[in-house]
């Protein structure tokens, strides 16, 4: 039977108009479906189903009414929507399936998150993988002794009576999908987001301190006094590109630096203590508050200050992405680093703020799905590639 005859008959039954042997075609077309289809409810559900829906239909029609043409017309009426309701059922079961089927086949494609991973480079170029090095000491160089511990840190102490030297300089860097924390000479503790590098000495001397941050990390740096119990600065440069070079001085305190290449900014976040930034381009600082954010971009010479809230910068460090009326591409530059996928965006560009908080241990699948219940944007995975679409 084509469409139009269908549609015809269809007709015909809503105006009373079908033969017996018509009439008994329509009102079973519903049944042979629901019976027909793989679906989660049983015979008895459906036959409780059909039940229930005909004393509705008995009720809403009033059988015993004298009104023969009426009562005809709302029974017509009635197998109507009746039959409908069946298709409806239907989609809806077939719909099911297929989402199952679809989420079954695409078990494979589920990617997960980043984990303790980076390669330290000492003074001598020679490079360790931390990733596969074994807990204990892994290297010495200088009377230094650098000791990996079964949390995944590095911890340096002096390994000889002898003066170290103060002039060599040892880089740890993170990948994609990797993070790291190092206890630097001097006691401080950092944490390194995916594909950062901090370059720093083997040996502080005592009238400084200076370490060299590409990408994002967390600091808590120690308190250290020189021979006269002056305190000694402790100094963080970020030089990525002219415009956006800035220097951080310390003096004991908790902050966050976020400053890669493929950000439009650079973001000094503080939790405790005070900093001072200084924009190497135009030499312009600021002090900042605890509480407070210092911005550097290459739209301005200046170094703008705004109120944050600091631990929501910093969720990473703890395990979370935490998402506060952000962008799109900060969003997804955030998951490119820590799943080590690549982002392609297709279509028109969506101009749309996200928020929401989830932890960095799910798999990519599952943060995808957070921001796509917006239905603001979509994604379609193909291999270790993310399409982003409207």
Request: charged letters at 25%; one cysteine or more.
């Amino acid at each position: 039977m084509s469409k139009a005859e269908v549609e015809k008959l269809l007709e015909k039954y809503s105006a009373g108009l079908c033969t017996d042997a018509e009439k008994a075609l329509v009102e079973s077309w519903h049944l042979q479906e629901l019976s027909n289809k793989n679906s989660d409810l049983n015979p008895a559900e459906i036959n409780e189903a059909r039940k229930q829906i005909w004393l509705a239909i008995q009720k809403e029609t009033n059988i015993k009414s004298g009104n023969t043409k009426t009562l005809w017309l709302k029974l017509a009426a009635a197998a109507v929507v009746l039959f409908f309701i069946g298709i409806v059922i239907n989609r809806e079961v077939q719909k099911n399936i297929e989402t199952k089927q679809v989420f079954n086949n695409t078990q494979d494609k589920i990617i997960q998150p980043g984990g303790n991973k980076a390669t330290l480079t000492l003074a001598d170029g020679s490079k360790i993988s931390l990733t596969d090095a074994s807990n204990g000491v892994i290297a010495k160089q200088a009377g230094i002794s650098i000791t990996k511990t079964k949390n995944g840190e590095l911890i340096y102490s002096v390994a000889s009576a002898s003066s170290p030297k103060n002039d060599l300089y040892n880089t740890i860097e993170t990948p994609r999908g990797g993070q790291y924390q190092i206890n630097l000479p001097d006691g401080t503790k950092v944490w390194l987001n995916a594909e950062s590098s901090l370059r720093y000495p083997a040996v502080f001397d005592q009238t400084k301190r200076l370490v060299e941050l590409k990408g994002e990390a967390y600091f808590e740096v120690a308190k250290r006094l020189d021979k006269n119990g002056v305190r000694v600065p402790f100094k963080v440069k970020t030089e990525l590109i002219s415009g956006r070079n800035q220097e951080v001085e310390v003096l004991g305190t908790h902050f966050n630096i976020n400053a890669y290449n493929n950000e439009p900014s650079n973001k000094t976040t503080l939790l405790e203590g005070s900093v001072k930034i200084k924009n190497l381009q135009s030499t312009k600082s600021a002090l900042l508050k605890p509480g407070q954010q210092s911005l550097i971009s290459l739209s301005s010479p200046s170094v703008l200050v705004s109120v944050v809230d600091a631990e929501e910068v910093i969720a990473w460090k703890t395990g979370f992405f935490s998402f506060n009326e952000e962008n799109l591409e900060t969003i997804m530059n955030k998951i490119a680093r820590w799943y080590d996928v690549e982002i392609d965006y297709r279509g028109k560009k969506i101009n749309k703020t996200f928020g929401g908080r989830i932890s960095r241990f799910n798999s990519v699948n599952e943060v995808l799905d957070m921001l796509q219940t917006t239905d603001a944007v979509h994604f379609k995975i193909e291999g270790r590639r993310i399409l982003v679409m409207p």
